[in-house]
């Protein structure tokens, strides 16, 4: 079964640092975009940063210059190093990717877009 799985959220205080990982795992073929979103209470989910199958990489304007996304190929691995956090930063982080699965006997290969479970990331005194 192929699945995301997330870690490296918790509790830090305003100017800390944490570091998210989310590791695909289950029988994939190929990989390519990697992405964080986040969600806040009360707000919609947005996308914060992204990652190409090339590495080419982009972010959400709030979070330039203190957040870095980097991909690790050959662990099917994505992390966000988050520094100099702040309090609005302060949200369930979801990781996000376009993987191809190996299918199924009797199934197409089928590009899909997978979700980690989620991992809360608080900043607070």
């Known amino acids: 079964q192929v699945q995301l799985v997330e870690s490296g959220g918790g509790l830090v205080q305003p100017g800390g640092s944490l570091r998210l990982s989310c590791a695909a795992s289950g029988s994939i073929v190929g990989i390519n975009t990697m992405s964080w979103y986040r969600q806040a209470p009360g707000k919609q989910r947005e996308l914060v940063a992204a990652?190409?199958?090339?590495?080419?990489?982009n972010y959400t304007e709030p979070v330039k210059g203190r957040f870095t996304i980097s991909r690790d190929n050959a662990k099917k691995t994505v992390y966000l190093q988050m520094n100099n956090l702040r309090p609005d930063d302060t949200a369930v982080y979801y990781c996000n990717a376009d993987l191809l699965p190996y299918p199924e006997l009797g199934l197409r290969f089928r590009w899909s877009t997978y979700w980690g479970q989620g991992t809360q990331v608080t900043v607070s005194s």
């Open positions: 990652v190409t199958a090339g590495g080419s990489t």
